[in-house]
Structure formats: C-alpha cells, structure tokens
C-alpha cells in the first residue's frame, strides 16, 4: 500500500489521466501517458476553433462556474481567442463524471453505525471509507461551483453529512467495540482519525469559494468540531485546524464565532480556563520533536484571536487570558533560539501587545499634559493681550508725540513769518548796509566780487538809502526766476533735462546685462518726493560693477521679470444700525414668531421693557437686546392695523402675548429713533476703541518712512544699480515704483546662484553697513496693513450722523440724564476722532506722494510692500550668513586635508587618512 500523502497524489493525478491505476504499474506501457479515443477527439475539436463570438459565449458561460474575483475575470477577458479556446477545451474536458449524491449515499451507509446498526455493509463502507473521502475532497477542490452548490443543495445537505462523519469518525477513535475496533486495525488506509483529517481536508476545499465558506461559516456544529480537532494526536491536523480556524476568525462575524467554538472546546474537554489545551498543546518544551509549522499556526491563530476586535478592552481581557496560563513566559523562552517563521509570529504578536501599565501611565501622562497645554494657552492669550495693549499704547504715546512735533514745527514757520512780516524795514536797512560795506571806492565803483557799486557822493549816497535793495544772486543750483511776461522762453542750459534737473549719463557695460524691468517715475514727477534729493551717480563713484557684471549678465536669451502687485482687501465696520427685511402685514406667522423669539430672548417683562426704552435706559435693556429690537420695530402697515383696531373700540386682552407687546411698542414715541439712539450710546466707546487704535498705526506707520534716512540711502542704491544694468538700453531713470523691489528678489545670476537683492545685501554689508540696519527706524508696518481707510472714513461719518441724531433727540428730552452725560463726554470723542482722522489722511497721503506712488494706492498695498521687502530683506541676510559659515566650514576641512596630505608626504607615507576627509 501507498502511504497517505502519495495516495491522495497519485488520485489526483489519476484523475486527470495523467498516471495509471496501481493495477496497471506493472504493464509495458505504464511509465508513460497514453492517450484515449476521447483525448484524440478533443485534440481535433482544438484544433478547429469556431466563431469569436460562440468562443465568448462559452468562455464566459466556464468564467460564471469558477467563482472568481472580478480583477481576476476581468483580466481573463482580455486573453486571445486562441487561448480562450483552450481554456473552453480543458474544462470541457474535466467535466465531472461522478455526481455528489454518490458520495453522499455511499458515507449515510456508515453514518449507520452512529445508530448503532453495526452491519455487513455499514463495516465494508467503513473499510473503503478513506479512498471515499479523498475523492470526495479532489471533486470538491477540482470541481466547477455548480457541483459544489449541488453538494451544498438543501436536497443533499453534504455539509451535515460531512459533520456528522466528522463526529463519527471521532467517536469512532475512541470505541470499545471489538468488531469496530478489529476494522480499524485490518484497514489498508490506516485508523479513523486519517478519516478526521480528510474530512477537514474536505472542509477546506470548501472554503475555497464564497458559498462554500459561507456555509461553512453558518454552520455552528461544523465550527464547533473543527475546533475539537485541535485535540487530534496528529499535529498535521492541528496545523490544519489552527490554519482554518484564523482564516475563519478575520471573516466579519468570525471572531465572535471562533469564541463561542472555543468556548464549547472548553466544556467537552473540561479545561479549567479557556485557551488551556491550545497553550499547553505548544508549550511542551520536553517535547523535542514539536513541529515548528504547528507552533507558527498556533500563534498565528492566538495572534488573530487576542488582535482582530477592534474594542481595545475586549483585546486587553483576551491577552490576559493567554498571559495568566504562561503564554507570554513561553514565547520569552523559545524566542532566542526559534525558527524563522516562530520568529516572525511572536514578533508580529508583540508587535500588537497591549501593555496595560505602559498605556496607563502614558494616559496619565498625557492628561496632565494636555492640562498643562491649555493652561500655556491660557496663559499666552493673556499674555497676547497684553501685549495687544501695550503696543496700542506704544502706538498712541508715539502719535502724540508726532503730534506735538508736528505743532511745535508749524508753530516755528508761524513765527519765522510774522518775524518777517513786523520788521520789513530793518531787514532791508540791515542788508543795504551789508552790500555797501563790500564795495570799494577806489575800484571806480566795483566791488570786490566784480559786482557794481554807487559812488561816494551826497546824493548817490541818499539814492541808496531812498532806491529799493537790489536783489540778491540766486544760490547755486536754485532754478531760474520766471522770464517777464510777454519775454520769450531762454532754452534750457546744455546737459540738463526740459524741466532743470541733469539728464542721466549713459553707462556703458562691458556685458550685456539683463534688463531690471520697473516702473519709472517720470522726471515732471520727481519733485516733493524722496527721490528729488538722490542721486544715485554718488553710489557710481563708489561702488566697482566688474563683479556684478560678472555674475549678472545675461546668456543666449534675456530673463524677463513679471511685475505683480497685490491689491489691499477693504474691510469694513458696520454700525449697530442694520436693518433687516420687514414684513408687510402683522398677521403674518413668521413675523409674529419673530417677536416671540425677540421677548423671550430678551427676558425681561413687556412693560419693563417700555419703560427702559422711555428712559433709554441701558443698564436695565443692555445693547444686544436694543438691537434685537430694533430688527422687530413696527411697520407702518402694522400700526395702522393696530390704530384700527383700537379705534374699534375690540378688547385688547384678547390680543396673544406678541401682539400685546407690538402694541405696547406701538404706544412708544419715536421707537424707531429711541432705539437707534440706545443702540449708539451702547457702541459708541466701543467704536472709539476700535478705529483709534488703527488710525494711530497709520499716522506712526507713515511718519517712519517719511524719516527714515537708512531706507532713502538704501532706495537710491537700488536706484544706482538699475540705472546701470537699464542705462545702455533704455537710459537712466529718476526714480521708479515701489512695486519694483519686489523683482530684486526675482532676478538672479547667470550662475542662479543668488538673487539680486542678496547681491545688493552684501554690498550694503560691506560698503554702507550703516544702511544695513533699516528696518529699525520702520514701525508698525504690518499693523498699518490691516487699516482700511475707506471704511474708517465711512465709520466716522456714520458716527457723526448718529451723533446728530442723539443731539436732537436731546433738545426733545433735555431733562434726560442718559443723553446729558452721554453727550458731555462723547462729543470730545468724536472730535478727537476726526482730528485723528484728517491727521492719519493727511499723513498717509504725504507718504504716498513722497514715495512718488498714486494717492488712491490702499494702505495694505502700499504697506505690504514695504513688508514683503522687509522679510525678504531679512531672509537673504540669514541666507548669506548660513553660506558663509558654510564656506568656513569648507575652508577648513580643506585645511584640515592639505595638512594631511602634507604630514604624510613628510613622513613618507602615500596614502591620505580617511580622518582629515571630513569633507
């Protein structure tokens, strides 16, 4: 006889015609295949393939029976037809011959015995019963899914059939019938526990597939004597028991299935804890000869149990019923010396381990944590707060400094011209005197400078006194005076421009340079702006170009820059006053919802309600609700609704509670003012604390760049150095737009290794260093952004119009103590605020002159600009810094390698060590 394994091989293959009988191993020709009448049959049907279409059909009538996935049918499609033909050909050729019900009938014969109905035939079925069985599983493992859903038919029911051997073929292991016993032994195919393990062979093949697994799953007896089988003496069936078990366990609803099995393991094997046979079963450390394939399965089947819920408790309470029958001690043991895939299971087991105290602690850890974390955060709110308002502070003090010096200053010019005015005479007397002192009498009249002189006599002497002073010579550099009226214009004075000021020299470069693409100033435009005192052919004369030229001139083609300007948002402040959508009608069930809404939000009793409006009184109606109110105010239609109804003389206590109150409100005079009033004094100081803090930030803003010395240097060093890469193209320019720093950072080197503001950096490092500094002498540039001054011009007119309001409604209630005091400190306010108002204006629109930029320029534009070069400023400065401490680190690991390389050629070695190659 064949042992088992070779059995079950060489049916399989008997199967498929591929090896003969035993009977016939010892004719002539049973070492080779010989084929059939049928075989020869399919070979010419092969060969001759029919319509694409009817090759189709019936290659997707053979996909339907496989029970594939749909990636897997998908790409089988996509064969050639040749190849879907052979497919056609093969499995029409494996057909099965041999039905279910014949295997089934033959095992109900044995499952005789289990009645105790010991027969001639229930024994002689029982002889053959194996090589039933191995049949039975090839055809369920070879078989199309017709033959497999037939055997799963509620007709033949062969799951049942198969459990119910299953527990037969175990009872029957353990008998004391003598008859059934003395079979057992006289059996060519061994004892019935090789029953046990083919029949679960059998429930593998089933698993095969979706139905058949899902029977399987279904099936709660089936479960529960697989998982008895881990009991079975033959640790190839434990192996396959474990393996069927976890892949059963990771199926959605498995685990839950697998525990009750366990379970029920637990009771019929009367362990003391659950999971006990299974770890004992592995930790048999006496036991050298334990199958490292069963350990790897037992683990990987504790690893799916103790890991697939997702409840973290419910896994904590599994490990430690594993942990307390030695589970954990057992794999500390074994793991030094254990094969590679135990290995790789008591590492992936933990991998997943739970270690409660560790998690604990970092809970707790965490809690405190996150404690501590809010309290930071509460802290640095408050801190920000703070700091909020002490740079309003900064910000208030600074402006009223600015103030000051701005009053001190046009007090001066006040003075100066009043001085000058009140005493014409003297000054006259004064600088008549001074002229006649620089003449010389003998010179025949000429003065020492070349100038005319009068004469000595009486009478040219009075003329003097009595004449007019003549005027004096303009200083250098002044312009012209105006020609008299009527006189022809004198042409301009050769090398200077149409409008006085020198026209640029043209710069010739030794290379090609690339174009600095900003926007120029017009020379008409210069004047009252901060390029009318640069001139940038000072830096010319200082600075060397050679190297910039060197490392900026173009290639084949020029770099073009895109000139981007980002254009402020506008965000506005809107006042208390907003007014909603009203209905037209009373009786209309939104609007009186409405107003229940509004009384019970308000919480406060009708007529308590009047009364506080009457009075205007906020302490008792506080803001919010006025404002609520004021969205509920009564139309005009819903007053005549209610005149009406009172002139008809109905009763008012019908009225609901809403309607009761919209009549009350109604009885109020000038509601609609009344609580457009409330609603001011309410947000009045709020407003005032609001825009006063960004108005300040404009002014201080401003004032900084308007005398900022450092930033008008470094504006005509940027001047300078387009001039010269423009000069020879377009020639030299005034002045340019602010928008064009942002292309400094843009244009880079033929090398592209820097920027041109990081070349710009490093000239100002080394030849102005005292220009480097300038961001220090610009505040509050940022805040600044974030004004709208269009808004705040809107807020403020908004505010003086209420306020005219509130002062009407004064002079109709001038015994109103609310208004009185109201109005005795909110009008200083508000003029305040204008005045803060027109100063910021003013102020803001003397830097965009001075800055040659249009005045309807926003503040966020133009101040982010300044920004934006400020941090890209700053950025190229780090960068510079981190690459020169680059390059003196590289410096000296050269140094380190060429004293190397010269002690070991001093001392005659050839080699360098690997030590000085630091670099």
């Known amino acids: 006889a064949w042992p088992d394994d070779l059995t079950l091989f060489l049916e399989t293959l008997r199967h498929r015609k591929l090896v003969p009988s035993p009977n016939s191993m010892g004719n002539a020709n049973s070492g080779r295949?010989?084929?059939?009448?049928?075989?020869?049959?399919?070979?010419?049907?092969?060969?001759?393939?029919?319509?694409?279409?009817?090759?189709?059909?019936?290659?997707?009538?053979?996909?339907?029976?496989?029970?594939?996935?749909?990636?897997?049918?998908?790409?089988?499609?996509?064969?050639?037809?040749?190849?879907?033909?052979?497919?056609?050909?093969?499995?029409?050729?494996?057909?099965?011959?041999?039905?279910?019900?014949?295997?089934?009938?033959?095992?109900?014969e044995i499952l005789e015995?289990?009645?105790?109905?010991?027969?001639?035939?229930?024994?002689?079925?029982?002889?053959?019963?194996?090589?039933?069985?191995?049949?039975?599983?090839?055809?369920?493992?070879?078989?199309?899914?017709?033959?497999?859903?037939?055997?799963?038919?509620?007709?033949?029911?062969?799951?049942?059939?198969?459990?119910?051997?299953?527990?037969?073929?175990?009872?029957?292991?353990?008998?004391?019938?003598?008859?059934?016993?003395?079979?057992?032994?006289?059996?060519?195919?061994?004892?019935?526990?090789?029953?046990?393990?083919?029949?679960?062979?059998?429930?593998?093949?089933?698993?095969?597939?979706?139905?058949?697994?899902?029977?399987?799953?279904?099936?709660?007896?089936?479960?529960?004597?697989?998982?008895?089988?881990?009991?079975?003496?033959?640790?190839?069936?434990?192996?396959?028991?474990c393996e069927l078990l976890a892949a059963m366990c990771r199926f959605p609803g498995g685990h839950e299935t697998i525990l009750s099995a366990m379970d029920n393991f637990k009771v019929e094997m009367g362990e003391s804890q659950r999971f006990e046979y299974l770890v004992h079963s592995v930790n048999e450390t006496a036991d050298t000869s334990l199958p490292i394939e069963y350990q790897a399965a037992a683990i990987s089947l504790a690893n799916v149990i103790v890991y697939t819920p997702e409840d973290y408790n419910y896994c904590v309470h599994i490990q430690y019923e594993f942990t307390q029958l030695g589970w954990d001690n057992w794999m500390q043991m074994v793991k030094p010396h254990a094969a590679e895939a135990i290995a790789k299971q008591i590492a992936a087991y933990e991998g997943n381990y739970y270690d409660v105290e560790t998690l604990f602690d970092e809970a707790n850890t965490k809690?405190?944590?996150?404690?501590?974390?809010?309290?930071?955060?509460?802290?640095?709110?408050?801190?920000?707060?703070?700091?909020?308002?002490?740079?309003?502070?900064?910000?208030?003090?600074?402006?009223?400094?600015?103030?000051?010096?701005?009053?001190?200053?046009?007090?001066?010019?006040?003075?100066?011209?009043?001085?000058?005015?009140?005493?014409?005479?003297?000054?006259?007397?004064?600088?008549?005197?001074?002229?006649?002192?620089?003449?010389?009498?003998?010179?025949?009249?000429?003065?020492?400078?070349?100038?005319?002189?009068?004469?000595?006599?009486?009478?040219?002497?009075?003329?003097?006194?009595?004449?007019?002073?003549?005027?004096?010579?303009?200083?250098?550099?002044?312009?012209?005076?105006?020609?008299?009226?009527?006189?022809?214009?004198?042409?301009?004075?050769?090398?200077?421009?149409?409008?006085?000021?020198?026209?640029?020299?043209?710069?010739?470069?030794?290379?090609?340079?690339?174009?600095?693409?900003?926007?120029?100033?017009?020379?008409?435009?210069?004047?009252?702006?901060?390029?009318?005192?640069?001139?940038?052919?000072?830096?010319?004369?200082?600075?060397?170009?050679?190297?910039?030229?060197?490392?900026?001139?173009?290639?084949?083609?020029?770099?073009?820059?895109?000139?981007?300007?980002?254009?402020?948002?506008?965000?506005?402040?809107?006042?208390?006053?907003?007014?909603?959508?009203?209905?037209?009608?009373l009786l209309d069930p939104s609007r009186s919802r409405n107003l229940a809404i509004a009384l019970r939000r308000v919480g406060v009793a009708a007529n308590l309600v009047v009364e506080a409006v009457e009075r205007m009184d906020l302490s008792s109606l506080p803001v919010e609700y006025v404002e609520l109110l004021l969205k509920v105010t009564p139309t005009d239609a819903e007053v005549k609704v209610f005149e009406r109804y009172v002139a008809d003389g109905k009763p008012v206590k019908k009225l609901n509670e809403t309607d009761i109150f919209m009549l009350e409100l109604i009885g109020i005079k000038r509601l609609g003012q009344k609580l457009r009033v409330m609603a001011y004094i309410g947000n009045f100081f709020d407003n005032i604390l609001m825009l006063t803090p960004q108005l300040n930030a404009l002014i201080v803003a401003s004032n900084s760049l308007l005398s900022s010395n450092k930033l008008k240097k470094l504006l005509e060093i940027i001047l300078a150095f387009g001039n010269y890469m423009n000069s020879s193209k377009r020639g030299g320019i005034?002045?340019?737009?602010?928008?064009?720093?942002?292309?400094?950072?843009?244009?880079?080197?033929?090398?592209?290794?820097?920027?041109?503001?990081?070349?710009?950096?490093?000239?100002?490092?080394?030849?102005?260093?005292?220009?480097?500094?300038?961001?220090?002498?610009?505040?509050?540039?940022?805040?600044?952004?974030?004004?709208?001054?269009?808004?705040?011009?809107?807020?403020?007119?908004?505010?003086?119009?209420?306020?005219q309001m509130t002062r009407k409604e004064h002079e109709l209630q001038p015994e109103n103590t609310v208004l009185q005091n109201f109005l005795s400190?909110?009008?200083?306010?508000?003029?305040?605020?204008?005045?803060?108002?027109?100063?910021?204006?003013?102020?803001?629109?003397?830097?965009?002159?001075?800055?040659?930029?249009?005045?309807?320029?926003?503040?966020?534009?133009?101040?982010?600009?300044?920004?934006?070069?400020?941090k890209s400023y700053k950025k190229a400065v780090a960068d510079l810094e981190r690459k020169q401490k680059f390059e003196e680190a590289r410096q000296e690991d050269l140094l380190a390698v060429e004293v190397g390389i010269y002690v070991c050629r001093q001392s005659g070695r050839v080699f360098i060590s690997v030590s000085w190659m630091s670099l």
């Open 33 to 108: 295949y010989i084929p059939t009448e049928s075989d020869k049959a399919d070979q010419d049907n092969r060969r001759e393939i029919p319509e694409t279409e009817e090759v189709d059909r019936r290659f997707s009538a053979i996909l339907e029976t496989m029970d594939l996935p749909m990636e897997k049918a998908k790409a089988m499609n996509e064969y050639t037809v040749e190849k879907k033909w052979t497919l056609v050909c093969d499995q029409e050729k494996t057909r099965p011959t041999t039905p279910a019900k014949s295997y089934l009938n033959r095992l109900r």
């Open 367 to 585: 809690a405190s944590a996150v404690k501590r974390v809010e309290e930071l955060e509460r802290e640095m709110q408050e801190l920000s707060e703070k700091c909020r308002v002490l740079e309003d502070e900064s910000i208030a003090k600074t402006a009223a400094l600015q103030k000051i010096v701005t009053d001190l200053k046009r007090e001066m010019e006040t003075l100066k011209e009043s001085f000058v005015s009140r005493s014409p005479r003297t000054a006259s007397t004064a600088s008549t005197e001074k002229y006649s002192t620089q003449t010389n009498p003998a010179d025949g009249g000429k003065a020492k400078n070349g100038e005319t002189t009068p004469v000595t006599s009486s009478g040219s002497a009075r003329a003097i006194v009595t004449a007019p002073p003549a005027a004096p010579p303009p200083p250098p550099g002044a312009p012209a005076p105006p020609p008299p009226p009527g006189a022809p214009v004198p042409p301009p004075p050769p090398g200077t421009s149409g409008t006085g000021r020198r026209i640029k020299r043209q710069i010739q470069t030794k290379y090609r340079m690339p174009a600095f693409n900003w926007q120029s100033i017009q020379p008409s435009g210069i004047n009252a702006t901060i390029f009318i005192d640069i001139d940038d052919e000072k830096v010319h004369e200082v600075l060397d170009f050679s190297d910039f030229e060197e490392l900026f001139k173009t290639k084949a083609q020029p770099m073009t820059v895109a000139v981007g300007s980002p254009t402020g948002s506008k965000q506005s402040w809107r006042g208390s006053g907003r007014r909603l959508k009203r209905e037209e009608s």
């Open 734 to 803: 005034y002045g340019f737009r602010l928008q064009c720093l942002d292309l400094l950072v843009d244009l880079r080197s033929t090398d592209r290794t820097q920027t041109l503001l990081q070349y710009l950096v490093t000239v100002v490092q080394n030849k102005f260093p005292d220009v480097a500094d300038f961001p220090s002498e610009l505040q509050f540039l940022e805040k600044a952004a974030t004004v709208s001054l269009e808004a705040i011009v809107a807020d403020v007119n908004e505010l003086s119009v209420s306020m």
């Open 113 to 241: 015995i289990n009645n105790g109905k010991v027969t001639r035939r229930s024994i002689a079925a029982l002889t053959d019963s194996v090589s039933v069985l191995r049949s039975l599983e090839i055809s369920l493992r070879t078989n199309e899914i017709k033959w497999v859903q037939s055997f799963l038919s509620d007709e033949n029911r062969g799951l049942e059939v198969l459990v119910d051997y299953v527990a037969l073929a175990q009872k029957l292991s353990h008998t004391d019938n003598q008859k059934l016993r003395r079979v057992s032994q006289t059996r060519s195919s061994g004892d019935f526990t090789d029953d046990v393990h083919i029949c679960i062979l059998c429930v593998k093949a089933l698993m095969n597939n979706k139905y058949g697994f899902r029977s399987v799953m279904e099936h709660d007896r089936c479960v529960n004597y697989l998982a008895l089988s881990l009991s079975h003496p033959s640790y190839r069936t434990k192996t396959l028991v």
């Open 825 to 870: 400190n909110a009008e200083t306010k508000l003029k305040m605020l204008g005045e803060d108002l027109e100063r910021a204006a003013s102020v803001y629109k003397e830097a965009l002159t001075y800055f040659g930029e249009d005045t309807k320029v926003t503040p966020n534009a133009f101040f982010s600009l300044f920004s934006r070069f400020i």
